[in-house]
């Protein structure tokens, strides 16, 4: 489809123009996860650390890609001591999109594997050796600091709802 173009103003002004951008993404199936090495690591991960905030999501993969895991994200930017990837966030939207992990009902919504999950890396995933390596050596640090984050959050997550609580409502 070719692009689109709006121009705006008169002879005499200076034109501005607006072009109309379309990306193209490739739709997600639930085939296209499973040969996906870099989103079955994370649902391996996932699973592994037991329900988990997507924010301390962020902060494990980075760690373990520090000790010497590479589970192929390499666009992390760290902003205020804080890690966040694009890609990362893409791939647990992927991942929720086909089932493979759900939020928690609850107001915390931490993420968690689903029983399709479960079957799905039991059947068709076969975990790096490298991230095996990774998490027997270091998994109590790695868990402590996950419980460490997501009890930030949640408190965070908290205090909003007791906030949120507190104001008068609007009558308008």
């Given at each position: 489809?070719?692009?689109?173009?709006?121009?705006?103003?008169?002879?005499?002004?200076?034109?501005a123009s607006?072009?109309?951008?379309?990306?193209?993404?490739?739709?997600?199936?639930?085939?296209?996860?499973?040969?996906?090495?870099?989103?079955?690591?994370?649902?391996?991960?996932?699973?592994?650390?037991?329900?988990?905030?997507?924010?301390?999501?962020?902060?494990?993969?980075?760690?373990?890609?520090?000790?010497?895991?590479?589970?192929?994200?390499?666009?992390?930017?760290?902003?205020?001591?804080?890690?966040?990837?694009?890609?990362?966030?893409?791939?647990?939207?992927?991942?929720?999109?086909v089932g493979?992990?759900?939020?928690?009902?609850?107001?915390?919504?931490?993420?968690?594997?689903?029983?399709?999950?479960?079957?799905?890396?039991?059947?068709?995933?076969?975990?790096?050796?490298?991230?095996?390596?990774?998490?027997?050596?270091?998994?109590?640090?790695?868990?402590?600091?996950?419980?460490?984050?997501?009890?930030?959050?949640?408190?965070?997550?908290?205090?909003?709802?007791?906030?949120?609580?507190?104001?008068?409502?609007?009558?308008?």
């Amino acid at each position: 489809m070719p692009k689109k173009k709006q121009e705006r103003g008169g002879e005499g002004e200076g034109k501005a123009s607006k072009d109309l951008k379309i990306i193209t993404v490739q739709v997600v199936t639930r085939d296209r996860v499973i040969k996906n090495p870099r989103q079955m690591s994370l649902l391996y991960l996932i699973d592994k650390l037991g329900p988990i905030h997507e924010k301390t999501l962020q902060h494990v993969v980075h760690r373990v890609q520090e000790l010497g895991a590479d589970l192929g994200y390499k666009d992390f930017s760290v902003v205020g001591g804080v890690p966040y990837s694009p890609t990362l966030k893409s791939d647990v939207v992927a991942l929720l999109y086909v089932g493979f992990i759900e939020t928690e009902p609850t107001m915390y919504r931490k993420l968690r594997v689903t029983g399709d999950g479960k079957e799905a890396l039991e059947k068709y995933y076969k975990p790096l050796p490298e991230l095996e390596e990774v998490l027997s050596n270091n998994f109590e640090e790695i868990r402590n600091m996950a419980s460490l984050i997501d009890n930030q959050v949640d408190l965070q997550v908290r205090r909003r709802g007791l906030v949120e609580r507190r104001r008068p409502r609007r009558l308008f």
